[in-house]
């Protein structure tokens, strides 16, 4: 079989399976087979394939037909033009989440500090951290998550770009302690309400950790807890940015609100046009 017949073999069965993405998932998937880019394809789509990279293909096309995440295939995710290492102990890091870094970026730049102590709760693959450290050289920046197994993988992940040095792990409950006093506190939490996790696509509620995506009743339990933590973990002044769902800000900013911690609270697009993320600073008195 060749190139252009196992693609298009690929994308009829996907799509029979209800895969969304089904021309590109088969293409990604052969690329990563055949140990080429997606541009060898197309140059080369009336190559035979010999028969170790058609059972490579097909063993790869398998596990997409079950809905696993081309991410967890691959092991493999890019985030802020980084490669995340990922498997399925910890969440797919997705591209609304580069506006959270986008907004700690600005912060941090309008504080014009020399160093600058971070705070990435709840790190998973460490993608918002490591992003972070990776852009802003005098910043330390502490990963703490709940998962033990996903802090291995989020340190790993920062070893691979060289920032291992100015980042510590910490394995821990958000919710129970957040020692130290940070400039900023930045958090991905999980904000899935417990009766909209049926509703999740199969791809995510099958194989991402619950934990990482389900808050509880309400979905915004966790960003209540760092709201409420703010004043052990953050420096006066400092502030908390917080990812969300849509629908969620009204919410969230009668957190902020009612903590009498924070001055107002903002909140920024994603670019799909959703409030993603909401931020306030801590009061200086
Ligand atoms: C939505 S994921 C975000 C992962 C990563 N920051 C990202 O943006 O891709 C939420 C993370 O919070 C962690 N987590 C959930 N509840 C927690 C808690 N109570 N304390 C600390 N971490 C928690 C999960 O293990 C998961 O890694």
């Known amino acids: 079989m060749n190139i252009n017949d196992a693609l298009n073999d690929a994308e009829r069965t996907f799509r029979q399976r209800g895969i ?3 021309r590109l998932d088969a293409e990604v998937l052969l690329s990563h087979a055949l140990a080429a880019d997606r541009g060898f394809l ?3 789509g009336g190559r035979e394939m010999n028969e170790d990279e058609a059972e490579a293909f097909a063993a790869l096309s398998v596990r997409r037909c079950a809905h ?3 991410a967890y295939i ?3 995710k890019e985030f802020w033009s980084l490669s995340f290492e990922v498997d399925a102990r910890v969440l797919i890091p997705r591209p609304e989440t580069e506006v959270v870094v ?3 970026l600005r912060i941090a730049g309008e504080a014009g500090k020399k160093g600058i102590d971070i705070l990435d709760a709840g790190a998973g693959s460490g993608a918002i951290g490591i992003a972070l450290a990776a852009e802003l050289p005098r910043a330390a920046i502490t990963a703490l998550d709940i998962s033990f197994p996903a802090l291995l993988t989020a340190r790993r992940n920062a070893r691979t770009h060289g920032v291992e040095g100015r980042m510590c ?3 821990g409950n958000l919710c129970e302690s957040l020692g130290g006093k940070f400039d900023i506190v930045v958090s991905n939490p999980p904000y899935i309400a417990d009766k909209d996790y049926e509703a999740l ?3 995510v509620r099958k194989y991402e950790p619950r934990p990482a995506l389900v808050a509880g009743p309400e979905g915004t339990e966790i960003h209540a807890a760092l709201i409420r933590r703010g004043d052990s973990a953050l420096k006066r002044g400092g502030w908390l940015v917080l990812e969300m769902g849509a629908g969620q800000e009204r919410d969230i900013e009668g957190m902020f609100a009612a903590s009498g911690l924070f001055g107002g609270s903002r909140c920024r697009k994603d670019y799909a046009g959703i409030p993603r993320v909401i931020m306030a600073q801590r009061k200086e008195a």
Do not use: A, M, W
Request: net charge negative; proline share 19%; aromatic share 10%.
């Open 169 to 171: 792990f910490i394995c």
């Open 68 to 70: 696993e995440p081309v």
């Open 74 to 76: 691959l092991g493999s």
């Open 42 to 44: 197309y140059r080369h």
């Open 201 to 203: 696509p199969e791809d």
């Open 20 to 22: 969304p993405t089904p």
């Open 102 to 104: 986008e907004e700690v």
